[in-house]
């Protein structure tokens, strides 16, 4: 299961409460309203402990209904035509790619993250993510925020 995770949507008054608690440290860390992990855990009220357990798996989908953009974290070999591959990938499942940033390729490798608005994606978000995980120059691929 860790090398093929699956996605569900579920609305936020199924979860666990520590599973919100874990997000919204999340977003307070994001936003700087807290500086550090333990200062977001204690504004949270939960453990340091619960939040690195369950900091990788709660990914909160914000505004669903409107554009629907989900962000795509790459770790690319540094090769001739991986990214166009890549890029041809997203326009034919009809992901309309809306930023893309790498950072300077270090040791044969780039970071790229991907945005795409995924309203008329012919595939789900898993089989997406399938497909670009076996793209070949693809090391890593993960869903970063949606």
Known sequence: MANNPKYYIVEASALPEVFLKVAEAKRLLSTGEAATV????????????AFYKYRDAVLPFQNMMIGRIITFQLLLQDETGNLSTLLNL???VNA??????S?????GCAV?????ETMDLTVHIEELLRLIRK???VIKAEVLAG
Do not use: C, D, W
């Open 135 to 137: 793209t070949p120059g």
């Open 38 to 49: 333990n200062e977001a855990t204690k504004l949270t009220g939960i453990s340091r402990s």
């Open 103 to 107: 950072i300077v390729p270090t040791n």
């Open 90 to 92: 997203f326009a034919e």
């Open 96 to 101: 309309n790619i809306t930023t893309i940033n």
């Open 112 to 116: 790229v993250t991907i945005s795409a």
